[in-house]
């Protein structure tokens, strides 16, 4: 079952994060991002946080599972919904633990053409 946009919706407002906490589409899911950083994912309308020592520390009682078929298990923050500061501090935490995005590679330019006798 795709997650629907309006939960999405509803998870970035309950964050109180602002325009720092983004999502991109994917598959029908979707992904969460905290300043380009992918924290969390949205699946089957339900908020899988990022495996990290952060959700160990601050949510270790969070039920377990996969976002998608094969996947490893992953805190399921749903609870966390009602509770905002919990929710805002769990996401900041996540990203600080997380690699920084890597660079995007620059577009390839054609071989450039040498000009010719006029």
Known sequence: MATDSHFVDYIIEQSGLGARLTS??????????????????????????????????????????????????YPIADELLDDPDALR?????????MPPPKA?????????KKAGPA
Request: a positive charge; charged letters at 20%; proline letters at 12%.
């Open 24 to 73: 991109r589409k994917m598959f029908g899911e979707y992904a969460l991002y905290l300043d380009g950083i992918v924290v969390a994912f949205a699946c089957d309308n339900s908020l899988f946080i990022k495996p990290s020592q952060a959700a160990v520390l601050l949510a270790p009682d969070l039920p377990q599972g996969p976002p998608y078929p094969g996947a490893k298990d």
């Open 89 to 97: 501090r769990l996401i900041v935490e996540t990203a600080a633990l």
């Open 104 to 112: 995007k590679k620059p577009g390839k330019a054609g071989p450039k």
